[in-house]
Nanobody
């Protein structure tokens, strides 16, 4: 059974850092495109970034240079390191598995975690 469980959310002040984890089971994350998404209160879910099976990472412009996606293959866990956090980063963060390679336009998400809340105060 495919399962994704996020953890690591919390409250920080502007400029702080957090690392989110996404523990996967039922499949191997290194063989998949994995992504991080977020949804701000009252907003729509948006993509934060992803990491492909070959390790290639991409990020949305608003987090470039501040967020880093990585994975631990032995632990089958995906990470999102978030530095220099801003109030605009306040959101529930989700990890997801894509059905194909990250760059494939046909690729969609077929598994989601339950989300973890990040709150950044000014």
């Amino acid at each position: 059974q495919v399962q994704l469980v996020e953890s690591g959310g919390g409250s920080v002040q502007t400029g702080g850092s957090l690392t989110l984890s996404c523990a996967a089971s039922g499949f191997t994350i290194s063989a998949s495109c994995m992504g991080w998404f977020r949804q701000a209160p009252g907003g729509e879910r948006e993509g934060v970034g992803n990491i492909d099976s070959d390790g290639t990472t991409t990020y949305t412009d608003s987090v470039k240079g501040r967020f880093t996606i990585s994975r631990d293959n032995a632990q089958n866990t995906l990470y999102l390191q978030m530095n220099n956090l801003e109030p605009e980063d306040t959101a529930t963060y989700y990890c997801a598995r894509f059905t194909d390679r990250c760059a494939d336009p046909r690729s969609g998400m077929d598994a989601w975690g339950q989300g973890t809340l990040v709150t950044v105060s000014s």
